[in-house]
């Protein structure tokens, strides 16, 4: 009990300290975090919905507009998971942010703390360059924690990274309007009920490139719920996404801060 009790005030710690830093950061373009279905291992699809906006005039004339959305099937042995999200932003009539992204993810338990997995994601982010990527990946992974109020597993595998961009880019040291490679997927995720209306989340994963050595790509993702009732949670998010070799003339680290409302759906 007490390293349970540890690990979960060292995560929320972590959050915290993590969204302080958000803020002083500039906020581009990074995935929404997708808010928290209800985890039951009962055989029941749950799914969770959230949006977050904000608008200014006057002498700051900006707008932003995030929806993400998350749906979640568990049970004894398997466990599927599909998310989706939105983000478009502007800044004195300019387009600051356009990025849509979806995802699912399989997992199937070979053992009492084992599990295999399969996912795809496709992503779309116009200011960052990106027409279209779409990464397949397979691998297995451990569960550390599994209880109630606390999860924590850590997996690996391989994958099959392809982008598309909207414009020709210097990549890999080439001019390219596309890139393909392989991949190893490394990551580790948990979630944590501190109480029975407070929860957070985290997810890191981290993808080396096979075919540049020293490359890779990496995503980092937190959230923190409060429940203002049985089907309404106020959200709060951080999203870091990291490439080593964007392309000429784009920046390496995207960081993005989210505040919302999300629905859940039980």
């Known amino acids: 009990m007490p390293t349970l009790m540890n690990h979960r005030l060292a995560s929320a710690l972590l959050s915290v300290v993590a969204l302080g830093a958000a803020a002083a950061a500039q906020a ?37 507009f995030s929806l993400a959305g998350q749906g979640v099937r568990i049970t004894d042995q398997d466990k599927l998971g599909v998310q989706a999200s939105a983000l478009y932003a502007s800044s004195q009539g300019t387009t600051t942010a356009e990025q849509l992204r979806a995802g699912a993810r399989y997992d199937y338990n070979l053992g009492p703390s084992t599990f295999a997995f399969g996912l795809a994601d496709l992503e779309h982010n116009r200011p960052a360059n990106l027409s279209l990527r779409g990464v397949v990946g397979a691998g297995a992974g451990l569960h550390l924690i599994r209880t109630e109020t606390d999860t924590l597993d850590v997996f690996g595998g391989l994958a099959w990274n392809a982008d598309r961009y909207v414009d020709a880019a210097l990549v890999a040291g080439e001019m390219r309007s596309s890139y393909n490679y392989a991949a190893v997927l490394l990551g580790e995720e948990s979630q944590h009920r501190l109480s029975d209306t407070v929860s ?32 309404m949670n106020l959200n709060v998010g951080l999203s870091y996404a990291y490439n080593s070799d964007p392309g000429a003339g784009r920046k390496k680290g995207d960081t993005l801060l989210t505040t919302g409302v999300s629905v859940k759906f039980d």
């Open 200 to 231: 957070v989340f985290q997810r890191l994963t981290v993808y080396p490139n096979l075919r540049e050595r020293g490359e890779f790509r990496a995503s980092f993702g937190s959230g923190l719920a409060v429940a203002l009732s049985n089907a």
């Open 28 to 64: 581009q373009t990074a995935a929404p975090a997708a808010p928290a279905a209800t985890q039951k291992a009962d055989g029941r699809f749950r799914a969770a919905l959230g949006l977050g906006a904000s608008l200014s005039s006057g002498n700051s004339r900006t707008s932003s």
